[in-house]
């Protein structure tokens, strides 16, 4: 059983088939499938800080700094520090 919302909004048996037959038979562009697949693998190009600023931003939480002061210093929001912190975002990069 396939999920019957798109979006949040119900479908009805009919349209998630006009759907399926829409899309059947067409075919992703190679470029299309690697992004997919490198966004999958936790590969990831337009990042905003480096893997130095990352490590740098959580040692100043680490050593008492607010997360409104280091999202000044960086020029981003709070949420922004506490994704990095909390390795919502840029888990991929580990602390030495």
């Known amino acids: ?3 019957k919302y798109r979006l949040g909004i119900p479908q009805s048996q009919e349209t998630r088939e006009k759907i399926s037959r829409f899309n059947k038979g067409k ?4 470029e299309h499938r690697n992004k997919i697949s490198n966004s999958n693998k936790g590969i990831i190009k337009n990042l905003k800080f480096s893997e130095t600023e ?3 931003i959580r040692k100043l939480f680490k050593n008492g700094m607010r997360k409104t002061k280091i999202g000044k210093i ?3 929001g709070r949420g922004t520090i506490f994704n990095i912190i909390s390795g ?4 991929h990069i580990q602390e030495i």
């Not at 075919?27 to 190679?30: D, E, K, N, R, Y």
């Not at 919502?88 to 888990?91: A, F, L, M, P, R």
């Open 1 to 3: 059983m396939g999920n």
């Open 27 to 30: 075919t992703l562009s190679l």
């Open 54 to 56: 990352i490590i740098e």
């Open 74 to 76: 960086f020029n981003v």
């Open 88 to 91: 919502k975002t840029y888990k």
